[in-house]
């Protein structure tokens, strides 16, 4: 399966949740670039934005309310407060259970982003940890 057939595969597994709340997918954008062959493809409704890119697994997943954006496992980590409850990003050779995954997390805890007000989003994106910038390492 190529990426754009392992996408729109994907979003099939993903339009179960975000049509029933009024957001449309964009068509699949696919290229080459330097990692290999990509695809990639949104879902809107308003002023937010669910925005995915698919190479070899499901990639990139972020959050977009209006200026505000927020990657997948930091908005996780902002709901749940640790690690693990949610299931994106998993391992698996199956590459269609990155969204299997995803409808789970989405289902479960982003209610704010399907449902909520543009102001719980952001207080979201407030609450989350920043990402990692550079490894510390050890003092001597």
Not at 20 to 40: C, K, M, N, V, Y
Not at 111 to 121: C, K, P
């Amino acid at each position: 399966m190529n990426p754009t057939q392992a996408l729109q595969a994907g979003c099939e597994i993903l339009d179960a949740v975000l049509p029933p709340h009024g957001f449309t997918r964009l068509p699949i954008e696919s290229g080459r670039s330097s990692g290999g062959d990509f695809a990639r493809t949104e879902y809107l409704r308003g002023n937010r934005r669910l925005e995915l890119h698919f190479r070899g697994s499901l990639g990139l997943v972020a959050y977009h309310v209006g200026a505000v954006a927020l990657p997948h496992e930091r908005y996780m980590r902002a709901v749940l407060g640790r690690r693990g409850a949610n299931q994106y990003p998993g391992f698996s050779a199956d590459p269609l259970d990155g969204f299997r995954h995803l409808r789970h997390d989405l289902e479960r805890y982003c209610t704010e982003f399907l449902n909520g007000s543009d102001e719980a989003f952001e207080r979201i994106a407030d609450q989350a940890p920043s990402p990692v910038t550079g490894f510390k390492g050890l003092s001597a």
